[in-house]
């Protein structure tokens, strides 16, 4: 968004006042109806967020395997509601993929211990994130001696938001359950070792 804000567009999926007026008690199907209008069909960078109508477990199915990150349903008579309601339900898509661990941290809210990760390309190591390790006590213990063995104290990379961490050479290979859908790592859990 900071370096190319003029490639930005914004998908519109819902109107919560109109001119004064507050719409939120109306329906989902009245409030996107008027939202439709508004936007029009011209080729803005406000765009109309299309519903799918049908069989929501093909729907998913279908977003899953273009690596979506999920699907948000909603009841079409339903009032808006702020916050966690029942009219409306978040279905994520999970993946999994190997990364190579260049460090582990402490997350900055729980304290919990994080294994810093990377893809490995021609250019060397483009970092991917964090993941929380949830593995079970004996694999964990593996995880935890070979990031030992492997210290070093060298920086994979340089960045304000890692803090208090142990930096280690790129050479245990781990696989990872996290959110589909983005570039960087979101909701990951590294889920086992590979030798």
Not at 32 to 40: A, C, Y
Not at 122 to 138: H, K, M, P, V, W
Request: glycine share 8%.
């Amino acid at each position: 968004m900071r370096w190319r804000p003029d490639s930005i567009i914004l998908y519109a999926f819902d109107l919560m006042h109109l001119d004064g007026a507050d719409l939120r008690h109306e329906t989902l199907s009245l409030r996107r109806s008027i939202l439709k209008f508004l936007i029009g069909s011209d080729e803005s960078r406000i765009q109309f967020s299309e519903e799918f109508v049908g069989d929501g477990a093909a729907f998913f199915k279908a977003c899953a395997a273009k690596g979506l990150e999920g699907i948000v349903s909603k009841q079409a008579i339903a009032p808006y509601r702020s916050g966690r309601s029942r009219t409306w339900l978040k279905t994520k898509c999970f993946t999994e993929s190997t990364f190579v661990v260049i460090g582990t941290d402490r997350d900055r809210k729980g304290g919990a211990l994080r294994a810093l990760l990377a893809h490995p390309n021609s250019e060397g190591l483009n970092y991917a994130g964090a993941a929380f390790i949830a593995l079970d006590s004996d694999a964990r213990a593996e995880f935890l001696a070979e990031v030992e063995r492997l210290t070093t104290s060298w920086a994979a990379f340089k960045s304000s938001r890692l803090i208090d961490v142990k930096w280690c050479q790129p050479k245990l290979t781990v696989r990872v359950k996290h959110l589909a859908g983005s570039n960087m790592l979101r909701h990951a859990t590294v889920r086992g070792l590979i030798q």
